[in-house]
């Protein structure tokens, strides 16, 4: 399995389900990571490639769809792709949709009253942080609002990431009264620099995170945001590739499109300042 790191809360419930899989199955499960860089994820297939594993489990993010398709069609291996969609490669992923989660987001933030919502990117070179920003976009545009480009804060799906890209947008625009921050992670740390600046949450900013990690709930104020279910995931992916090496019966009721959740809970409050 390649994926873009082996620690924090979304890719070790994602991991331990493709293990579970494999396991049950009498297999063994090797992890490399790429760090979300194109190159090393690059390095990181043509590793297990070069092992001669049965198959592969990919969460490639930095790769470009045409590099993908190409690399799935030239090797015998193999490949499922998770929590990503290619119509090239029908039958191989497992995915949900990252765009409607994001239009989601916006959208309690609409319903609550909020009209200038900012945006917190993960880095644009990955393809799961251009899905959910075009969601953003297009939830905004669904509600007849319009973005303001520095509205849009690109960072990394960190702690520190979230703390850079909240203390960027309030600097830029104080205005601002919502926004929707591209993973859970980084919402924390939005959350976190937030209170440094002796703001009072979530009065002062609202804010939507993405996944629903396991701690999510126990953020204070309690995060609201969009349930992605990655263990599910990881659980078909490793059932349908168990399907293509003939280790498993095939089954036509396998789930592999997964529809995102919205979560809400106290990180959002009604804006009564704005007129609808």
């Known amino acids: 399995m390649v994926v873009s790191v082996l620690s924090g809360p979304y890719f070790g419930p994602m991991m331990e389900a493709v293990e579970e899989v494999a396991q049950a199955h009498g297999m063994h499960l090797i992890v490399v990571s790429d760090h979300q860089q194109k190159e090393r994820e690059r390095r990181a297939i043509e590793f297990l490639l070069q092992r001669r594993c049965d198959g592969l489990v990919l969460h490639a993010d930095a790769l470009d769809d045409e590099e993908l398709v190409t690399l799935c069609q030239s090797t015998t291996t193999p490949m499922v792709i998770i929590n990503r969609r290619m119509d090239a490669l029908a039958g191989r992923h497992v995915h949900s949709d990252d765009t409607l989660g994001a239009r989601l987001a916006v959208a309690h933030l609409v319903a609550r009253g909020h009209r200038r919502i900012g945006c917190i990117s993960g880095p644009l070179a990955l393809h799961e942080s251009r899905q959910r920003l075009t969601g953003y976009r297009d939830g905004m545009a669904e509600a007849g609002l319009e973005v303001q480009a520095d509205w849009i804060v690109e960072s990394d799906f ?119």
């Open 158 to 276: 960190s702690l520190a990431g979230g703390t850079r890209g909240i203390d960027t947008s309030l600097d830029r625009h104080p205005e601002i009264t919502g926004v929707f921050v591209q993973n859970d992670q980084m919402a924390a740390g939005v959350l976190d620099a937030c209170r440094a600046r002796g703001m009072s949450l979530p009065r002062d900013l609202s804010v939507v995170g993405f996944d629903d990690v396991e701690w999510a709930r126990y953020l204070h104020p309690r995060l609201t945001t969009v349930r992605q279910p990655v263990h599910a995931m990881g659980l078909s992916a490793g059932q349908l590739l168990l399907q293509m090496l003939g280790r498993k019966p095939v089954d036509p009721d396998l789930p592999t499109f997964f529809q995102p959740e919205l979560i809400a809970r106290e990180s959002v409050t009604d804006n009564k300042s704005i007129p609808l």
